[in-house]
């Protein structure tokens, strides 16, 4: 399979497509090597994922070249994956250890307190993890970092748009020296179906209809699974809001990577009292952003769509909102060679286009005009999405008001994408935007592992428990008194003559 530079068409590498066979030779191999790496525990998994951090801190430059050559990103965003991959590592590195801690629960009853009670947190053998092309290094590492610190042997499968920056990821970890727990496939869906069926857990990252896909898979089989999907990330821009801060923010948080983000701002929605001055403001900003091809050095602020198919799909949305009545008010059309789509404006702007309900994944901003603000929640939650929004206001106790009437996984107030940086909070999208989360502290490593409940006497066992065979009715009235001493409610719990009455009744 080639690999394609989109803003030139240049070829930039090319990868097999590998086969069903070749999958489960590599899941096997993984598999030989968890066992060791699970006993290893979090601390020995430590010194791995921090020499990883500094391979990808002393590779940043060339890693940001590689992201480059297969997106054709500003020189900005390609610096990103690596830097964001540094700092999931520190933060799980460091922390896996409490976080996969056995717990030693509180028995729920008096009669349990003769036992030590754990629950232990054992890793799936196998994780495999399916990643799209928007971050060819970030997407890889978001995942592939909690579930290897997790103590599980991960397959990994990148975009087959972008499959290189992967492969840097799988030659770091060799490079390192790091046990052989960690395994790239090269190849599309049918490589992506082939690691569904070969492994322990799933989790991918992709659009809703191949998630659905893989939920399916993934039943068949009985393995369970982590779906971040698609999103169409409503703004709601109240009228008391900072005008300046809601334009820039919106404006960043539909543009960065070109849109294609799946937390991007896809649809904004303005309180009719300052809508006229945010939309001048929005467009005088985007109209200043400057659009091309970086090299080394920062130029531009949007760089090309990731591969025609995409950069078709934003041209459908723009052109369907055109003929529906709207007006664009800056950019709406593919520019030059390669796949550059301008950033966009669009307004007078409804939900009967497809700009404002369908997922663009593009340089689009449209832009609505609301009565108020339960108006612009209603419109908000007329999606099939649920991945999450930004609210904009002056009053952050009413901003967080209305956060919780918005059916999604996060909402920023007076921000974009701050949740994603925030390792400690789950990212996950509700309705159709995905099942399960990433991260969430703790969760973002327990996830990965199957808990396993184990019990150990507190006191010197005797030959036999009480209750062990052979039966009698004394034994039976002793425990059916304590059960209900223990689980009952006031004078119910004393029912000893309840008790007694119900084996005698079932003696009769
Ligand atoms: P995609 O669903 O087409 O492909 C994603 C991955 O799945 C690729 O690696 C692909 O080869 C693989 N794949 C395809 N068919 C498969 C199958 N039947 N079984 C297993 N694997 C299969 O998505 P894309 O176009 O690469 O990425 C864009 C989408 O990703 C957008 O919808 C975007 O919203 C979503 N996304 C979501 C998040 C999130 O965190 N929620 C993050 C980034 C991107």
Request: hydrophobic residues 45%; negative net charge.
């Amino acid at each position: 399979m080639t690999v394609h530079n989109p803003a030139t068409g240049e070829v930039v590498g090319t990868v097999p497509a590998q086969s069903a066979a070749e999958v489960a030779a590599a899941v096997r191999e993984l598999r030989l090597y968890q066992p060791e790496w699970e006993a290893m525990g979090a601390d020995g998994r430590k010194k791995w994922l921090l020499k990883l951090q500094d391979w990808l801190i002393d590779n940043t430059d060339r890693l940001a070249d590689v992201v480059q050559s297969e997106t054709s990103k500003p020189r900005v965003d390609a610096l990103i994956d690596p830097s964001f991959a540094v700092d999931l590592l520190g933060y799980y590195a460091r922390r896996a250890g409490k976080f996969l801690a056995d717990e030693h629960p509180s028995p729920h009853s008096p009669l349990g307190r003769v036992k030590r009670l754990t629950t232990a947190y054992r890793p799936y053998p196998v994780v495999g993890i399916i990643t799209p092309w928007n971050f060819p290094l970030a997407m890889p590492a978001l995942d592939v970092i909690p579930a290897l610190a997790a103590g599980a042997a991960v397959l990994l499968k990148p975009s087959e748009v972008t499959p290189l920056s992967a492969l840097e990821l799988a030659r770091g970890w060799a490079e390192i020296g790091a046990p052989p727990v960690f395994a790239v496939v090269t190849g599309a869906g049918e490589t992506g179906a082939a690691v569904v069926d070969s492994v322990d857990y799933v989790q991918f990252t992709g659009s809703t209809a191949t998630g659905k896909r893989i939920a399916t898979a993934c039943a068949e089989r009985l393995v369970p699974y982590s779906l971040e999907l698609g999103g169409k990330d409503p703004a709601i821009v109240l009228a008391d809001a900072d005008i300046d801060r809601a334009a820039y923010g919106v404006a960043f948080g539909g543009l960065f990577n070109s849109g294609q983000v799946c937390i991007s701002v896809e649809r904004v929605y303005v309180e009719a009292p300052i809508y006229d001055e945010f939309v001048d403001k929005l467009t005088a900003h985007v109209r200043e952003l400057r659009q091309g091809a970086d090299g080394r050095e920062p130029e531009h602020e949007l760089g090309a769509m990731a591969n025609e198919a995409q950069k078709n799909i934003v041209a459908r949305h723009v052109q369907d909102a055109i003929s529906k009545g709207a007006r664009v008010l800056t950019g709406g059309k593919a520019t030059g060679v390669g796949t550059f789509f301008e950033p966009t404006v669009l307004v007078d702007v409804d939900h009967e286009m497809t700009c404002m309900t369908e997922e663009t994944f593009g340089p689009t901003l449209p832009v609505m005009k609301v009565a108020d603000e339960a108006e612009a929640v209603a419109l908000a939650n007329d999606s099939i999405y649920g991945l999450s929004a930004s609210v904009w206001t002056g009053d952050k106790s009413r901003g967080e008001r209305v956060a919780r009437q918005l059916n999604a996984g996060a909402v920023n107030i007076n921000d974009v994408f701050a949740n994603l940086f925030n390792f400690a909070l789950p990212m996950g999208g509700w309705q159709q935007s995905g099942v399960g989360a990433r991260w969430g502290g703790a969760e973002g490593l327990r996830k990965y592992c199957r808990k396993q409940a184990i019990t150990t006497p507190i006191l010197p066992t005797q030959q036999k428990e009480p209750f062990w065979f052979p039966y009698s009715s004394g034994k039976l009235v002793f425990a059916l008194s304590a059960m209900r001493a223990a689980g009952a409610r006031g004078m119910r719990r004393l029912g000893v003559f309840d008790v007694i009455n119900t084996v005698g009744g079932k003696g009769k």
